[in-house]
């Protein structure tokens, strides 16, 4: 198929023809190709498209390569750091909007990344068009609603706080209003990384994703605009399981796939903000190689494992190794959740075939 610059740039038809599924308005369709299509990926041009996605369409979908690059440095710094809560109507898919509560403007908000040490002078700003009062709560620092108490602003206001990062960590950071579980299932989330301070093993790529939970008023692919439903997240029984605030994103559906060569290391950062559902983080054909449960970086990693959980409020850090061309296709495996709710990116992996490892017979 043709590869689509923009999620915007997608009519609903269009959408509907790539999913191939004439139900998917009545809710009752579901995502196609679980484990991707190496073929098809091959000659799309995501990786670029991804990189001017926020300015050319408005889009909130944060752009997994876009993170700080890691720190080689051996002395502590001072970071000043400056957080924006902005409420802001995007799609989740083509034709259903929402108006989403944001850090910077993308979601997940952008990813903070400092060494075990540093001094972080940071700012939260509530634009003026706001509706609500927000707060940033850290899991990387020590003190009451990790920071929330000192920086709760009301439209139009700002207030800065100063902490020092002590321990090492893969950390979410949110909202942390009284009804943080309204604001975080609409964005309000993010990760903090905090390197140890002998750095972590390097590898060739770097990505970062943030998984959450839409609670809406109607079922997944209506075409509207859509109200937060409070009810049905009490019941934690969400419309839409996303990566990065929209359905499919980093897939042919929308942006375009992610992309690495054979004989990489790729790690992923990846945030669930929930504010419900544990995740169960799977490559489909790769394996997590070397993982940090929990992002808790001061331990020794996990070798190996397939199915990572992922609880609301915590992060994964994990590297895969690409030996072979595949497409891997990046899911929760509460399947339903990728297969009817929309939690999907793929990582196109392009190079020499491996016959020796795999083949046709
Ligand atoms: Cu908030």
Not at 16 to 26: F, K, P, R
Not at 137 to 149: E, I, N
């Amino acid at each position: 198929m043709k590869p689509t610059s923009k999620l915007s740039a997608l009519s609903r038809r269009e959408f509907m023809q790539i999913a191939g599924a004439g139900t998917l308005a009545a809710g009752a369709g579901s995502l196609p190709t679980l484990t991707g299509s190496g073929t098809a990926h091959a000659a799309s041009s995501g990786g670029a498209a991804l990189k001017g996605a926020q300015a050319e369409n408005g889009s909130l979908i944060a752009d997994p390569t876009k993170i700080p690059a890691p720190i080689d440095r051996t002395e502590a710094m001072t970071h000043d750091i400056e957080l924006v809560a902005e409420e802001r109507i995007a799609e989740v898919m083509p034709g259903v909007r929402h108006r989403f509560m944001t850090f910077n403007g993308q979601i997940p908000g952008p990813m903070i990344r400092v060494r075990v040490g540093d001094t972080v002078n940071l700012t939260l700003r509530n634009s003026e068009d706001s509706e609500d009062s927000h707060s940033v709560d850290l899991h990387a620092v020590y003190g009451s609603g990790g920071g929330a108490h000192y920086n709760e602003v009301a439209p139009g206001e700002s207030k800065t706080f100063t902490f020092k990062a002590t321990y090492p960590g893969g950390l979410i950071y949110h909202c942390g209003v009284d009804n943080a579980d309204m604001h975080i299932s609409r964005g309000m989330f993010g990760m903090i990384l905090v390197e140890p301070e002998e750095g972590l093993p390097p590898v060739d790529r770097e990505f970062y994703l943030g998984q959450h939970e839409l609670y809406t008023d109607s079922t997944f692919g209506v075409p509207g605009d859509y109200e937060f439903h409070d009810r049905s997240m009490v019941r934690e029984d969400p419309t839409y399981v996303l990566f990065n605030g929209a359905v499919a994103s980093f897939t042919d559906m929308a942006l375009g796939p992610l992309k690495a060569n054979v004989g990489e290391t790729v790690r992923f950062f990846i945030v669930v903000g929930g504010p419900n559902l544990t995740s169960a983080l799977h490559p489909i054909g790769n394996i997590w190689s070397r993982y940090w449960p929990q992002g808790a970086l001061a331990n020794a990693p996990l070798r190996y494992v397939s199915t990572v959980p992922i609880s609301p409020g915590s992060c994964l850090v994990g590297d895969m190794e690409l030996p072979v061309p595949q497409s891997i296709r990046v899911l929760d495996h509460a399947l339903s959740r990728a297969v009817h709710k929309g939690v999907a990116a793929d990582l196109v992996v392009e190079g020499d075939e491996r016959p020796d490892l795999l083949k046709a017979n």
